[in-house]
């Protein structure tokens, strides 16, 4: 199975203040057809996870432009500029272009 | 609106089974697949596998494939998932998920415990 490897686990920030989560896959995850099936997903306490992020870089329906993604391969980053209160939660990397669909350890985001 | 309402959570004994059920509404059912996601207490997410609420064609995450069965009510817009010979692994957090449209059912806890 595919591994996603987030770092860091916890990660503490102000208001204001602009982050970045990785994700390391343990395998590339560029399918034959050239598309690269990494999502992001927030789960705030006590709620279902919601997309953040698709194919890498896309950002979901009704996500704020403060969220953005990038990288490729095995190497991937979710960046906040500028985290609201909102923001506070667990993040999570996951990928579909390997069966089985895998989901990274999580990030949790908390205040400082 | 797209909806997903789950119910079944439960506190089961060792060795049971229990059904969790995902009850959609807001859309066609038999367009999207339903995924169904395990999150143990306090961890990450587990994908166990989808259904296709059209034909009924499955497809199971290998680790869950002897512990999960994913069935449909298309008269009632209604996945189920059977979880069997339950243990205390299996207490956890279940979601079902519309995860093309992206919209999950709220989750049901079950507990195993004797």
């Known amino acids: 199975d595919v591994v996603l490897t987030q770092t860091p686990s916890t990660l503490s920030a102000t208001i204001g203040q602009s982050v970045s989560i990785s994700c390391r896959s343990s395998q590339s995850l560029l399918d034959s057809a050239g598309n690269t099936y990494l999502y992001w997903y927030l789960q705030r306490p006590g709620q279902s996870p919601q997309l953040l992020i698709y194919l890498v870089s896309n950002l979901g329906s009704g996500v704020p432009n403060r969220f953005s993604g990038s990288g490729s391969g095995t190497d991937f980053t979710l960046k906040i500029s500028g985290v609201e209160a909102e923001d506070l939660g667990v993040y999570y990397c996951m990928q579909v272009t390997h069966a089985p669909w895998t989901f990274g350890g999580g990030t949790k985001l908390e205040l400082k | 609106q797209v909806n997903l309402l789950q119910s079944g959570a439960a506190l089961v004994k060792p060795g049971a089974s229990v059904k969790l059920s995902c009850k959609a509404s807001g859309y066609t059912f038999t367009d999207y697949y339903i995924h169904w996601v395990k999150q143990s207490h306090g961890k990450s997410l587990e994908w166990i596998g989808y259904?296709?609420?059209?034909?009924?064609?499955?497809n199971y995450n290998e680790k869950f494939k002897s512990k999960a069965t994913l069935t449909v009510d298309k008269s009632t817009n209604t996945a189920h998932m059977e979880l069997s010979r339950l243990t205390s692994e299996d207490s956890a957090t279940y979601y079902c998920?519309?995860?093309?449209?992206?919209?999950w059912g709220q989750g049901v806890m079950v507990a195993v415990s004797s």
């Open positions: 998920t519309n995860w093309e449209l992206d919209y």
């Open positions: 259904i296709n609420p059209n034909s009924g064609y499955t």
